[in-house]
T-cell receptor
Framework: KNQVEQSPQSLIILEGKNCTLQ??????????LRWYKQDTGRGPVSLTI?????NTKSNGRYTATLDADTKQSSLHITASQLSDSASYIC????????????FGAGTRLAVHP | NAGVTQTPKFQVLKTGQSMTLQCAQD?????MSWYRQDPGMGLRLIHY???????DQGEVPNGYNVSRSTTEDFPLRLLSAAPSQTSVYFC?????????????FGQGTRLTVV
């Protein structure tokens, strides 16, 4: 069964610190992997999209990495800000067929001053 | 830049009532979909549409109907609400159905069925 597992479930860090969120998936065959940011009470917003041939993709202070061999991805946040407090969702798209995204449950990040 | 607009933002229903969640997009996207988000779980696909007049079921379609009469609108109908349908519902759209195209989400509708 296609699954996406994220860790940790929740994380608290101090403003200015870095953090790394993990995503493991069993989706195969695999087309692309996305990271979304979801603020409380809002819809998910795309941060990065990586195809299976890409190893890294950056969007400002957010850097996503992908290891298609081990089926692992990480999202690294540099110099965290209070506005980074949100849920971060890893999403995998299977290859072929319609764009049926498989969502992880997310990591809830809280950045404290 | 309205993007994807969902209404209402909040709704309380009694068991057995019916209602329609509205979703509209102004980006001329062909692909639209409905998800539900429950605590501790990833978003799950309810129904999707690859263009006007074409809809199909997703992972959890039971109890929901959809139609796509125009490119812009994709309403989700709850026929007879049940407490198990208490959830946050998100509508999403993308330019096409191919993998790799970015999906844009609405702000969600929080539905409570009592």
């Amino acid at each position: 069964k296609n699954q996406v597992e994220q860790s940790p479930q929740s994380l608290i860090i101090l403003e200015g610190k870095n953090c790394t969120l993990q995503c493991n998936y069993t989706v195969s065959p695999f087309s692309n992997l996305r990271w979304y940011k979801q603020d409380t009470g809002r819809g998910p917003v795309s941060l990065t999209i990586m195809t299976f041939s890409e190893n890294t993709k950056s969007n400002g202070r957010y850097t996503a990495t992908l290891d298609a061999d081990t089926k692992q991805s990480s999202l690294h946040i540099t110099a965290s800000q209070l506005s980074d407090s949100a849920s971060y969702i890893c999403v995998v798209s299977p290859r072929g067929g319609y764009n049926k995204l498989i969502f992880g449950a997310g990591t809830r990040l809280a950045v404290h001053p | 830049n309205a993007g994807v607009t969902q209404t209402p933002k909040f709704q309380v229903l009694k068991t057995g009532q019916s209602m329609t969640l509205q979703c509209a997009q102004d980006m001329n996207h062909e692909y639209m979909s409905w998800y539900r988000q429950d605590p501790g779980m990833g978003l799950r696909l309810i129904h999707y549409s690859v263009g006007a007049g074409i809809t199909d079921q997703g992972e959890v379609p039971n109890g929901y109907n959809v139609s796509r009469s125009t490119t812009e609108d994709f309403p989700l109908r709850l026929l007879s609400a049940a407490p198990s349908q208490t959830s946050v519902y998100f509508c999403a759209s993308s330019y096409e159905e191919g993998a790799g195209t970015e999906a844009f989400f609405g702000q969600g509708t929080r539905l409570t069925v009592v």
